[in-house]
């Protein structure tokens, strides 16, 4: 998602942050000026305020993806990975990235959808404020890194007996219904950069 992207001394948003990790990444390799992770989860923000405090440049927010409380064209970039399938207005999360990017800003996004509904997801990124610059269908890199981790995540997911098939299910494991869809293909990973006209 960041590679080729501008990030150096960038003002940089990530909507749908979740625990910080991705926000973490960016703010400690690429060298933005600032980075800000935002999600609707007030635990989350909390929990990735208290893993990721000792990274100067990053900082997190409650907001709604789509109601964001910030300004107008107040990002250079903003990032969004997996998080959008569980919004309930894909054209008002994109209309609101849009929004606070700056114009000739970047909008970075990655996630998945059913076969049948990604075409209705990419007319929601076909926004008129910008243009898509690249796609590209990244199903065969996750199930890649699915395989990669999952020895790793069977050892954590044990530990947790009460709810190890849901944390399964969660995870993307061998087996769950996200990992049989992207081998099968009516499960499709895809990744988009747009340019803020």
């Given amino acids: 998602m960041a590679r080729g992207l501008p990030l150096n001394g960038a003002r940089v948003l990530e909507i749908g942050c979740g625990r910080g990790g991705g926000a973490r990444y960016v703010a400690r390799y690429f060298q933005p000026s600032e980075v800000l992770g935002v999600d609707f ?27 964001l409380d910030l300004p107008d064209a107040s990002f250079d970039i903003v990032l969004n990975v997996e998080s959008s399938h569980c919004y309930g207005n894909m054209d008002k999360f994109v209309a609101e990235a849009v929004r606070v990017l700056k114009p000739g800003g970047w909008f970075g996004w990655a996630d998945m959808r059913s076969k049948a509904t990604m075409a209705a997801t990419e007319k929601s ?29 069977q050892n954590r997911i044990a530990s947790v007996w009460l709810v190890r ?4 299910e969660f995870a993307g494991t061998k087996g769950s219904l996200l990992y049989r869809g992207l081998m099968s ?13």
């Fill in 165 to 168: 098939r849901f944390m399964a």
């Fill in 125 to 153: 990124l076909a926004h008129p404020g910008m243009r898509l610059e690249r796609s590209e269908d990244i199903s065969a890199d996750v199930v890649r890194a699915l395989d990669a981790a999952y020895a790793r995540k």
């Fill in 41 to 67: 989860s007030a635990p989350a923000t909390e929990l990735a305020r208290r893993l990721n405090s000792d990274t100067a440049n990053l900082s997190f927010a409650v907001s709604d993806a789509e109601h």
């Fill in 185 to 197: 293909g009516e499960v499709v990973y895809k990744s988009g950069r747009f340019r803020k006209l």
